[in-house]
Nanobody
Framework: QVQLVESGGGLVQAGGSLRLSCAASGRTFGPLAMGWFRQAPGKEREFVALISTSGGAITYADSVKGRFTISRDSAKNTVYLRMNSLKPEDTAVYYC??????????????WGQGTQVTVSS
């Protein structure tokens, strides 16, 4: 079993930046792609970004390409999401996810509790 704990959410003005972090604990061996989903009020949960176990493969949602950057520190079992040029439509609860397999259409096996990101206009 894998536990995921997010941090770094908060309130920021449009055009600003935030960095989310997610630490994984529990099972620390074997492949584990990590990434982020988000859910805005009244909307379905949507994929944001995913990074493979080695960090050599990355996928982004079209809506965040060029603005968000995902990275990981395997030694710390931690994944990061750097969010620049934030827009009000980025407001959502952001969930850290873990997946036993890296795919372009991820179906996570593990979910964090979520962290709120609010972008004011």
């Amino acid at each position: 079993q894998v536990q995921l704990v997010e941090s770094g959410g908060g309130l920021v003005q449009a055009g600003g930046s935030l960095r989310l972090s997610c630490a994984a604990s529990g099972r620390t061996f074997g492949p584990l792609a990590m990434g982020w989903f988000r859910q805005a009020p009244g909307k379905e949960r949507e994929f944001v970004a995913l990074i493979s176990t080695s960090g050599g493969a990355i996928t982004y949602a079209d809506s965040v390409k060029g603005r968000f950057t995902i990275s990981r520190d395997s030694a710390k079992n931690t994944v990061y999401l750097r969010m620049n040029s934030l827009k009000p439509e980025d407001t959502a609860v952001y969930y850290c996810v873990g997946a036993n397999y890296y795919t372009a259409n991820p179906k996570p096996d593990y979910w964090g509790q979520g962290t709120q990101v609010t972008v004011s206009s």
